[in-house]
């Protein structure tokens, strides 16, 4: 079965077998040799200076990270401004409100691209809970597939002295992140989506200097703690050993194919295959090309057809497609073209759409 959905991905094979090295036990140097490569290689995937830049991993999913950079980075002092045109933005939310971090939300169209004017004047008019320290915002928004722009918003944050946290979950390894801007503070990811890695490991990466100010609201998944035993080659839990062993092949193979530009690249083509040829099926983009990342598009739903139905047929010819979220599912649904997915593979898909846009011409149209 191919996984069209974002993350868990489709493992190559060897990343797959890669999880079948011994058994490790997480005291053992050997351990600690593993896990030293990890924070090494997330930190070369965009060729970060490790005397500048912390990679802080996790056992847990992307969320987790995202908790993590949250409730660790922003201070008892800081209050934070959330981004949200998307079902992930309305996490981040979420998650400030479970550890009463003082925050506000800014709610932007899912289908327009950021509305940066509303965004500076949330920044410049700051309520009675006075103004903001941070500013949180996913980078690639997974609901709709839209591509935030990043820099822009940055700017807007860099003019004011706010500091940026990213929730780069399903960007993280392929799309650009200009970690040279100043109020970039720290981004949180994940093995289990543009890196090819298996579910199980998540990473903050953040300024050292930022973890000076952190603040200890989690236990679990206390940045600092975790980063100070980390960089003391230990280890505060029992780590997923199998998922590290696995986002460590990942990330080798992922500097091998050429690194981050590369996998942009690969996953450029492979989404304009997709949405090309459905096109010519009458199947519709959501989102515009300018506006869309490289790693996951929404479709309209072909007229006369349910998503179960479309589902259905394209997991007998091995393909997991994805819902929309939540009411989009009545109308539309995404296709993601991270992982191990060839040009061959999205070729049997499309004959797989074709067919099915004509029988659903016979049979509901
Ligand atoms: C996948 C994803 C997450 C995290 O999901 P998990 O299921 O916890 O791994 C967070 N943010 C975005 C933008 C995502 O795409």
């Not at 946290?165 to 994940?190: M, Q």
């Not at 997709?274 to 990342?293: D, H, K, T």
């Not at 997991?315 to 997915?341: D, P």
Request: glycine residues 8%; charged residues 20%; aromatic residues 8%.
């Amino acid at each position: 079965m191919l996984l069209l959905n974002p993350g868990p991905v489709t493992l190559t094979e060897r990343v797959r077998r890669s999880m079948l090295q011994p058994d490790l036990c997480h005291r053992e140097s050997e351990f600690f040799d593993l896990q030293d490569e990890a924070r090494a290689r997330l930190l070369a995937t965009y060729a970060l200076d490790p005397g500048e830049w912390i990679a802080i991993l996790m056992t847990a999913s992307g969320t987790a990270a995202v908790e993590s950079m949250v409730a660790g980075l922003v201070p008892e002092w800081g209050r934070l401004l959330v981004v949200e045109n998307g079902v992930y933005g309305e996490r981040i939310g979420q998650i400030c409100e479970r550890y009463r971090i003082r925050y506000e939300r800014v709610l932007m169209s899912w289908w327009q691209p950021l509305d940066m004017v509303e965004i500076e004047a949330r920044l410049d008019t700051p309520g009675p809970g006075g103004g903001f320290s941070h500013l949180a915002i996913v980078h690639h928004e997974t609901t709709t597939g839209r591509l935030n722009d990043l820099k822009a918003v940055s700017a807007i944050c860099r003019a004011r002295g706010v500091q940026l946290l990213v929730d780069a979950v399903s960007s993280f390894g392929a799309e650009p992140i200009d970690f040279r801007d100043p109020a970039l503070l720290a981004v949180a990811a994940t093995a289990n989506k543009c890196l090819h890695g298996a579910p199980g490991a998540a990473f903050v990466i953040t300024r050292r200097a930022a973890l000076k100010s952190a603040v200890s609201r989690t236990y679990y998944l206390d940045l600092d703690r975790l980063a100070k035993l980390q960089d003391q080659r230990n280890t505060p839990f029992t780590p997923a050993v199998h998922a590290y062993y696995a986002l460590v092949e990942a990330l080798r193979e992922h500097e091998e194919q050429g690194g981050r530009a590369a996998r942009y690249a690969r996953y450029a083509a492979l989404a304009e295959q997709v949405r090309s040829a459905f096109q010519a099926l009458g199947i519709y983009a959501v989102l515009s090309l300018q506006e869309s990342s490289v790693v996951l598009r929404s479709y309209h739903l072909p007229a006369g057809l349910d998503y179960a139905t479309v589902h259905d047929a394209a997991k007998s010819h091995g393909f997991v497609i994805y819902a929309g979220q939540g009411e989009l599912s009545k109308t539309m649904f995404r296709i993601s073209t991270m992982g191990e997915i060839t040009s061959a593979d999205i070729k049997r898909l499309i004959d797989c759409f074709a067919s099915l846009a004509r029988s659903g011409n016979t049979m509901f149209g």
